[in-house]
């Protein structure tokens, strides 16, 4: 029972989270950039502006210029984070990858990393006078929510374990069409409820600004505005 | 145009789940003697807690009398390879490589712990040493304490 209500709910969560980013990428991507904005000192070629975004994906680079300690918690938290989904895999690769195996034990580590960063950017909201003034409800739900995924998951490390050999069966079985049980552990359970919450409502929240920031114009535009005029098509027509 | 890719990726997803169908599950190898009477799942979910608090027990209380020790775990859940000889760590069908290969878990027990039923040990300490080993030992003491 547990297994058919987890199995439908993560089969609606994916296809809300792929079909719903997609379609805010292809808004994103049709939306007017009428203007030639990027933030100065601007790359003033493609090879440059990929580098740029290079440097604000994998550094947050002009978070870093801007605030020192929220990129510190900010970067900790997206690293931790990183090294934790990627230690998911093993629950949906039958072979295990060799990278996949040596990464293991830093997960774990990598979990208190994003813990830490997560609580940093909780008491940033609630302490910061004039940031607590501009938070609203969901940027509260947001950490709030991550916390607790990350609480339960280093649970199940820690405190309760479960049986997870069960857990990959289950998610394979997704993967192929079928629905295999599922140990109904409360803790796992919890765990992969707030996991589908996450999925659901990641395309109409802030979260997206993962996906958004390629279509950044401060970002994503190179400094060209002398050799090349930028016009936008429909100023093109008026013109002709 | 928006169906038609809609409908390529609902058949390639379709397809995926046809090739890969098959079971998702390990052949758990067999072992001797009786089940665990606490069942399997327990075992699964517990058994490193378990395996660590005895060796605690063991090493910072000295009781070497406990219920679950490596060796009885490996003396019942021996696989025997093509020679019909228990299989030590190194071999893929070892019973602990099984499941911990699947769930991409390194195990370091036997680093220095034996994988194989004492009999077959290549160097069991615990199990062939000398049947006076005792005796060694205490008159190697009394000379200490002369």
Known sequence: MTATLFAILYYVATLLLVVGVA????????????????????????????????????????????NKWIWLFGYLFHFGMLVVVLRHFRYVTY???????LIQPFGIYASYLMVIGLMGLLVRR?????????SSPS???????????????????FVQPVDI???????????RLQINPLPSSPMLLIHLALVALLMIIFPISKLMHGPGIFFSPTRNQIDNSREKRHIAPWAKKLEE | ?????????????????????????????????????????????????????????TMRQGERDIDASLASCVTCHAVNGPDAK?????SEDHFCR??????????????????????????SLMFNRPDNTLDILLAYLEELSL
């Open chain 1, 95 to 101: 072979d295990i990858w060799w990278w996949l195996e």
């Open chain 2, 1 to 57: 145009m928006k169906r038609l890719i809609i409908a390529t990726l609902v058949l390639f997803g379709l397809s995926y789940g046809t090739i890969q169908a098959g079971s998702v599950y390990l052949e758990i190898p067999m072992a001797t003697g009786e089940p665990h009477p606490e069942g399997n799942v327990f075992w699964r979910t517990n058994h490193m807690d378990l395996l660590r608090h005895d060796r605690d027990l």
């Open chain 1, 126 to 134: 609630i302490v910061v006078e004039r940031i607590r003034y501009i």
């Open chain 2, 86 to 90: 228990p299989v030590t760590v190194k």
């Open chain 1, 23 to 66: 379609m805010k990428m292809r808004r994103y991507a049709k939306a007017p950039a009428p203007l030639k904005i990027p933030t100065m000192p601007a790359p003033r070629t493609m090879k440059g502006v990929y580098f740029r975004m290079f440097r604000e994906v994998v550094v947050f680079e002009s978070l870093f210029k801007s």
């Open chain 1, 165 to 175: 050999v069960a857990v990959k069966g289950f998610f394979l079985g997704l993967l």
């Open chain 1, 139 to 157: 940027d509260y739900l947001m950490l709030i929510l991550l916390i607790a995924i990350a609480a339960t998951g280093m649970g199940m490390t």
């Open chain 2, 98 to 123: 099984v499941c911990h290969d699947y769930t991409a878990i390194k195990i370091d027990c036997f680093q220095c712990h034996n994988s194989v039923p004492a009999d077959f040990g290549e160097t």
